[in-house]
């Protein structure tokens, strides 16, 4: 029982571009409680990439690509990350002790990846076995304005690890745009085990992820005003990458 770990968005059969969310959604699934957190957290950024999900849907129904997003919040399982990743499973985020995680074992950590992490990452999967060699993987993802009460310039961070075929041509899409680009900012691409490495990098397939200020995608109207103002630029990108001699 997979308790809905997911949701996927179908798209045209045909399309070789797939969209994901790790960090979707602020619910919790039956069972879980509120992990012993105040209500309110599950609004802020601890709980959810704010924005990331609605910028997700909206570029899947402009492409009519396929989506999974994630179906839970990052609180009870964190889905970009490696399964034996000691983070997969936050005690502490941002300052806050979450008290559900506080515990929990190797049987806990287990029992989540088994219910949520994995359906994810085998729908992830078996999507890509459908696509075949042609697939480009495009990941969601938004940032705080600040960090330590340190602001972030970025309006958009590009982030990669050792294969920028889609990396490069977006942030220079971006740039021309006039959008402010962070390169590998305010994270870097690199990390053994997450999403993009085991679905891009060991798979050998263009992919990228693509980091929001949340600032800029706030509420759903902000989210699909950012989403109409990114397809042309992504569409562009995408080109650059089938035509990389232009």
């Known amino acids: 029982m997979t308790e809905n770990a997911f949701e996927a968005v179908p798209g045209a059969p045909e399309s070789k571009l797939l969209l994901l969310c790790d960090h979707a ?12 957190l105040k209500p309110e ?4 950024h601890i709980a959810q990439d704010i924005g990331a ?17 994630g179906a839970w919040s990052r609180l009870l399982i964190d889905l970009n990350r490696g399964a034996d990743d000691p983070t997969i499973v936050m005690k502490l985020s941002d300052g806050s002790i979450i008290p559900g995680n506080r515990d929990a074992d190797a049987d806990e950590v287990a029992r989540r990846i088994a ?7 085998a729908a992830i999967t078996s999507e890509l076995d459908r696509m075949g060699p ?25 982030l ?16 021309a745009a006039g959008f402010v680009v962070g390169d590998n900012e305010p994270y870097h691409g690199a990390l053994d085990g997450d999403t993009l490495n085991v679905h891009g990098i060991r798979r050998g397939l263009p992919h990228v992820l693509i980091e929001i200020r949340q600032d800029l995608v706030a509420d759903n109207a ?10 042309p630029i992504l569409d562009m990108a995408l080109a650059d990458l089938k035509n990389p001699q232009e």
């Open 41 to 44: 957290l599950f609004a802020t």
């Open 53 to 69: 999900a609605a910028v997700t849907r909206a570029l899947a129904a402009a492409y009519g690509a396929p989506a999974l997003l």
């Open 160 to 175: 990669y690890d050792s294969d920028a075929r889609l990396a490069a041509p977006l942030m220079a899409r971006l740039d």
């Open 222 to 231: 902000m989210a699909q005003a950012f989403a109409v103002r990114l397809k």
């Open 115 to 121: 219910l949520w992490h994995a359906p994810y990452h």
């Open 134 to 158: 042609g697939a480009v993987i495009v990941s969601m993802h938004s940032f705080t304005p600040s960090w330590k009460g340190v602001p972030r310039p970025w309006a958009v961070g590009v």
């Open 25 to 36: 959604s602020s619910a919790l699934p039956p069972g879980m409680g509120s992990l012993g």
